[in-house]
């Protein structure tokens, strides 16, 4: 599945989402207003999308726990 995060109305993230009986997993998709320059030879991009991501994650964790 795919999850989005809009922030600030201004940047969203958009990551897949695999899932197996006891995990998941949350991969890179695609972004907008996210500035992905290349720095020696490194792709790079917004300084906050990892603490993004791991909000989006949390807020899986959450949802997972209710059921």
Do not use: F
């Not at 940047?11 to 998709?29: D, E, G, L, M, P």
């Amino acid at each position: 599945m795919i999850a989005t995060a809009h922030i600030h109305s201004k940047h969203s993230i958009r990551v897949n989402v695999q899932c197996a009986a006891n995990k998941y997993s949350v991969t890179y998709r695609d972004s907008e207003n996210m500035p992905n320059k290349l720095r020696n030879g490194v792709g790079t991009i917004h300084p906050y999308y990892n603490r993004w991501v791991q909000e989006l994650d949390s807020a899986i964790d959450l949802e997972v726990a209710k059921k």
